[in-house]
């Protein structure tokens, strides 16, 4: 059973440290999300992209988050700094086609913790 | 601004009787409705769909309803069982000739069923 693959499951950081989430979409899939829950919030998009080209990157912070990806196996999300105030669980999701007829499969998420 | 809202953020029921979980939604464009459900330590699998030009769409014990003139849509979980048990989100797609794969969720419902 394919599956959306993320690493770390948990990252605890100090304060202004970089951080580097790694996604693995499901192989075949050409659109991949990354989301962001906190209790306040619920899930937040925070960008995507269609075949590696970065769609819609609204929901980012821009001065200290960016996502890439570097080839069709690999997304990437980076804090740089990092701040208490992003402390959440990041999911990244991936499907083909549009959202309607095609599902989201999402990972099991990153943890981070910023003290 | 919310524009997908679950203004429960619990519900109880006991093992056997119906589950009712609710949703409603702001923006008139969207026009698909996803329903997804997440335990712990994963990340959100897809539970069920419908599209806004149906009003109801069921999928053996889950049936979901929409009332476009409401902007409202419910799932129906029957009978519950314990391992029902999770967080359910909402999600809601933009229209399909927007071209965009966006999904907009809500914050989420917990339900506990009890044994």
């Known amino acids: 059973d394919a599956r959306v693959t993320q690493t770390p499951r948990h990252k605890v950081t100090e304060m202004g440290q970089e951080v580097t989430m790694r996604c693995q979409p499901i192989?075949?899939?050409?659109?991949v999300f990354w989301y962001r829950q906190t209790m306040m919030q619920g899930l937040e998009l925070l960008a995507y992209f269609r075949n590696r080209a970065p769609l819609d990157d609204s929901g980012m912070p821009k001065d200290r988050f960016s996502a890439e990806m570097p080839d069709a196996t690999l997304a990437t999300l980076k804090i740089q700094p990092s701040e208490p105030r992003d402390s959440a669980v990041y999911f990244c999701a991936s499907g083909l086609g549009q959202s309607y007829n095609s599902p989201l499969h999402f990972g099991n998420g990153t943890r981070l913790t910023v003290t | 601004d919310q524009q997908v809202k679950q203004n429960s953020p619990s519900l109880s029921v006991q093992e056997g009787r119906i589950s009712i979980l609710n949703c409603d939604y702001t923006n008139s464009m969207f026009d698909y409705f996803l329903w997804y459900k997440k335990y712990p330590a994963e990340g959100p699998t897809f539970l069920i769909s419908?599209?806004?030009?149906?009003d109801k769409n069921e999928d053996g014990r889950f049936t979901v309803f929409l009332n476009k003139s409401a902007k409202h849509l419910s799932l129906h979980i029957v009978p519950s069982q314990p391992g029902d048990s999770a967080v359910y989100f909402c999600?809601?797609?933009?229209?399909?000739?927007?071209?965009?794969?966006?999904?907009?969720f809500g914050k989420g419902t917990k339900l506990t069923v009890n044994p």
């Open positions: 192989l075949g899939h050409n659109t």
């Open positions: 999600a809601a797609s933009w229209n399909r000739l927007s071209g965009s794969e966006k999904l907009v």
């Open positions: 419908i599209s806004s030009i149906k």
